[in-house]
């Protein structure tokens, strides 16, 4: 752009009470309380000015009316629209941590819905009027369901693990196999949580080998408790050898030490009947004997981010008078979500219809491939020949540091099209309203039906048919 040019063009830029008498920018007004529309007026002036120093400005185009009255809206919208929103999984990922991972169930999203009306018997004991215990409302369920003496919840398991640590074995050791020192996500490892908690790590036994007689080696006037970590989110296979934690438990009576267990994912039901292994059940640690045991509620529990903490009440009570439990305590909406999803496991019979993460991972494939068909279907009507739309045969997972080896068969809609790419027509899903988070592969956008929600097919084609219309320009 020349410099007489920039010199033209800055020249042409209105000022903020020229704009606010605009027909268009009225309207906004009318929708819009005035401070925000004279901010979005300045920072879209603004923008444009820095355009045209730049040099990157289109011309003239970009000063008309229409132009800069739709910036200053798309401003607008940009600063009234939350930065949390829900959006439409169809990664296949089940619980997939970057959008939240569990869905919560109807029932726990409905307790929500009710509690946030107004106030709660968050810490009241309705029968005597007296202050009662938060951890009431979901300590028996979780101790009927568990089979476990006592139970306690915190914010997540990485605090659940902190604060059963911080109380058991300040200041003193902790054995470990040094192949269960596991990073839990967000760069968080087992050897950092425990040393923030304050006690010592004594690794015992080889990466993929470690023996009953590591630790009795290992175990002395120092040892304050044994610790076994499920790793959840990886897998060491081939040339190896773990302690079970019915040796490990019979190892700890006979040393006088308790024995922890951080389970991760947490499960409270046998997957195997659905294809998927290796997920030990909190049911089966209690069984065990194992004195404490962590687990998240929002992986395959299907509940909200929580670190629940199920065990020997001699140990809950010790963690309850902690003063980091006040600090890691979870507030109304958390026990609302898991009470509700709690109470769903009661009854068996419904589970996996009702809670939306086992329902995800139990479902057939051939439901799958009929979903995906009428999609496929639906997503033609809406888009005419703009996308090549097929079905295909393809992998889910299970995500959020569970069961990393199961792949899950499924069913996906494929969509090409020469007028776009696959990262491009990606992105655009990414960034619309709704947003669509899809996976991509041999060039093609996979949409995985599998973790679909109700009714948002529909919000998809919608989706697709606006992009396809600004992209032919139509």
Same mark, same amino acid.
């Given at each position: 752009?020349?410099?007489?040019?920039?010199?033209?063009?800055?020249?042409?830029?209105?000022?903020?009470?020229?704009?606010?008498?605009?027909?268009?920018?009225?309207?906004?007004?009318?929708?819009?309380?005035?401070?925000?529309?004279?901010?979005?007026?300045?920072?879209?002036?603004?923008? #444009? $000015?820095?355009? /045209?120093? =730049?040099?990157?400005?289109?011309?003239?185009?970009? %000063?008309? @009316?229409?132009? !800069? &009255?739709?910036?200053?809206?798309?401003?607008?919208?940009?600063?009234?629209?939350?930065? #949390? $929103?829900?959006? /439409?999984? =169809?990664?296949?990922?089940?619980?997939?941590?970057? %959008?939240? @991972?569990?869905? !919560? &169930?109807?029932?726990?999203?409905?307790?929500?819905?009710?509690?946030?009306?107004?106030?709660?018997?968050?810490?009241?004991?309705?029968?005597?009027?007296?202050?009662?215990?938060?951890?009431?409302?979901?300590?028996?369920?979780?101790?009927?369901?568990?089979?476990?003496?006592?139970?306690?919840?915190?914010?997540?398991?990485?605090?659940?693990?902190?604060?059963?640590?911080?109380?058991?074995?300040?200041?003193?050791?902790?054995?470990?196999?040094?192949?269960?020192?596991?990073?839990?996500?967000?760069?968080?490892?087992?050897?950092?949580?425990?040393?923030?908690?304050?006690?010592?790590?004594?690794?015992?036994?080889?990466?993929?080998?470690?023996?009953?007689?590591?630790?009795?080696?290992?175990?002395?006037?120092?040892?304050?408790?044994?610790?076994?970590?499920?790793?959840?989110?990886?897998?060491?296979?081939?040339?190896?050898?773990?302690?079970?934690?019915?040796?490990?438990?019979?190892?700890?009576?006979?040393?006088?030490?308790?024995?922890?267990?951080?389970?991760?994912?947490?499960?409270?039901?046998?997957?195997?009947?659905?294809?998927?292994?290796?997920?030990?059940?909190?049911?089966?640690?209690?069984?065990?004997?194992?004195?404490?045991?962590?687990?998240?509620?929002?992986?395959?529990?299907?509940?909200?981010?929580?670190?629940?903490?199920?065990?020997?009440?001699?140990?809950?009570?010790?963690?309850?008078?902690?003063?980091?439990?006040?600090?890691?305590?979870?507030?109304?909406?958390?026990?609302?979500?898991?009470?509700?999803?709690?109470?769903?496991?009661?009854?068996?019979?419904?589970?996996?219809?009702?809670?939306?993460?086992?329902?995800?991972?139990?479902?057939?494939?051939?439901?799958?491939?009929?979903?995906?068909?009428?999609?496929?279907?639906?997503?033609?009507?809406?888009?005419?020949?703009?996308?090549?739309?097929?079905?295909?045969?393809?992998?889910?997972?299970?995500?959020?540091?569970?069961?990393?080896?199961?792949?899950?068969?499924?069913?996906?809609?494929?969509?090409?099209?020469?007028?776009?790419?696959?990262?491009?027509?990606?992105?655009?899903?990414?960034?619309?309203?709704?947003?669509?988070?899809?996976?991509?592969?041999?060039?093609?956008?996979?949409?995985?039906?599998?973790?679909?929600?109700?009714?948002?097919?529909?919000?998809?084609?919608?989706?697709?048919?606006?992009?396809?219309?600004?992209?032919?320009?139509?």
């Amino acid at each position: 752009m020349a410099g007489k040019g920039k010199e033209h063009l800055l020249r042409s830029l209105p000022g903020v009470d020229e704009v606010l008498q605009w027909e268009e920018i009225k309207g906004l007004l009318a929708s819009y309380p005035r401070p925000l529309v004279v901010g979005a007026i300045r920072q879209a002036v603004g923008k #444009l $000015r820095a355009q /045209i120093l =730049a040099e990157t400005c289109a011309g003239d185009q970009e %000063l008309t @009316r229409p132009a !800069l &009255a739709r910036r200053v809206e798309e401003v607008l919208v940009a600063e009234t629209t939350p930065n #949390l $929103r829900p959006v /439409i999984n =169809a990664t296949g990922v089940v619980l997939h941590t970057n %959008l939240g @991972r569990a869905v !919560l &169930a109807e029932a726990a999203r409905e307790h929500l819905s009710a509690i946030a009306r107004g106030y709660c018997n968050l810490e009241v004991d309705l029968e005597t009027g007296e202050r009662g215990s938060r951890y009431s409302h979901v300590e028996e369920l979780l101790t009927r369901l568990t089979g476990a003496e006592g139970a306690l919840v915190v914010n997540n398991n990485a605090a659940a693990v902190l604060l059963a640590l911080n109380t058991l074995a300040k200041g003193r050791e902790v054995l470990v196999s040094r192949g269960q020192l596991v990073e839990i996500g967000g760069a968080f490892r087992i050897p950092e949580v425990m040393e923030w908690s304050g006690c010592r790590l004594v690794e015992v036994g080889a990466t993929n080998k470690t023996r009953l007689e590591d630790y009795r080696q290992a175990a002395g006037p120092e040892t304050a408790l044994l610790l076994k970590v499920h790793t959840s989110n990886y897998r060491i296979l081939g040339f190896t050898a773990e302690v079970g934690k019915t040796e490990l438990v019979e190892l700890g009576r006979e040393l006088g030490l308790p024995v922890m267990e951080d389970l991760g994912s947490g499960v409270f039901m046998d997957l195997t009947p659905y294809g998927l292994y290796g997920e030990p059940t909190v049911q089966e640690s209690v069984d065990a004997g194992v004195d404490v045991i962590t687990f998240s509620g929002d992986k395959l529990l299907g509940g909200p981010q929580a670190g629940i903490i199920v065990g020997k009440n001699r140990y809950l009570e010790a963690m309850k008078k902690n003063p980091l439990t006040r600090a890691l305590r979870i507030d109304k909406f958390t026990l609302g979500a898991l009470e509700a999803t709690l109470r769903l496991y009661l009854n068996p019979e419904d589970v996996l219809a009702k809670i939306p993460v086992l329902q995800m991972l139990s479902v057939s494939p051939d439901v799958l491939a009929e979903r995906a068909r009428s999609l496929a279907g639906q997503i033609e009507a809406a888009v005419g020949s703009f996308l090549q739309v097929d079905v295909a045969q393809d992998q889910s997972e299970v995500g959020g540091g569970a069961l990393p080896l199961a792949q899950l068969p499924t069913w996906v809609v494929t969509l090409e099209s020469p007028f776009i790419s696959a990262a491009a027509l990606a992105a655009r899903l990414r960034q619309g309203e709704p947003s669509v988070f899809a996976r991509i592969a041999a060039q093609r956008v996979l949409l995985d039906v599998r973790t679909l929600q109700e009714g948002e097919e529909k919000e998809i084609c919608t989706a697709l048919a606006k992009i396809c219309k600004s992209a032919s320009g139509s």
